[in-house]
């Protein structure tokens, strides 16, 4: 069982920059790939960015590469999204998961068993 939490979200200005963390709780998190899913209304969650479990590979939608960048602490139970240049577009609840899914389909949220709450990110033009 893993339980995810996030944090870091709030209101910055186009261009602006802002650190998300998702502390995960459970022996086990560096089993898991970790992901970045976000939600804006009347839109469906998409796929932001994820990293494995063990080599730490990364994987972004094009959209944010570049700009965001995914990574993890195991020793601190910690995975992070670190988000430069932000648009208004990039506004959205902010998802992050843990889950055992192949390579080949990371960036797919059925393949992530745990999720948190989610984190609030508003980006103003």
């Known amino acids: 069982q893993v339980q995810l939490v996030e944090s870091g979200g709030g209101l910055v200005q186009a261009g602006g920059s802002l650190r998300l963390s998702c502390a995960a709780s459970?022996?086990?998190?560096?089993?898991?790939?970790l992901g970045w899913f976000r939600q804006a209304p009347g839109k469906e969650r998409e796929f932001v960015a994820a990293?494995?479990?063990?080599?730490?590979?990364?994987r972004y939608q094009d959209s944010v590469k570049g700009r965001f960048t995914i990574s993890r602490d195991n020793a601190k139970n910690t995975a992070y999204l670190q988000m430069n240049s932000l648009k208004p577009e990039d506004a959205a609840v902010y998802y992050c998961?843990?889950?055992?899914?192949?390579?080949?389909?990371?960036?797919?949220?059925?393949?992530?068993?745990?999720w948190g709450q989610g984190t609030q990110v508003t980006v103003s033009s």
């Open positions: 990293i494995t479990s063990s080599e730490g590979t990364t």
């Open positions: 998961a843990a889950g055992v899914p192949p390579i080949s389909v990371i960036g797919r949220a059925a393949y992530y068993r745990y």
């Open positions: 459970g022996r086990t998190f560096s089993g898991y790939a």
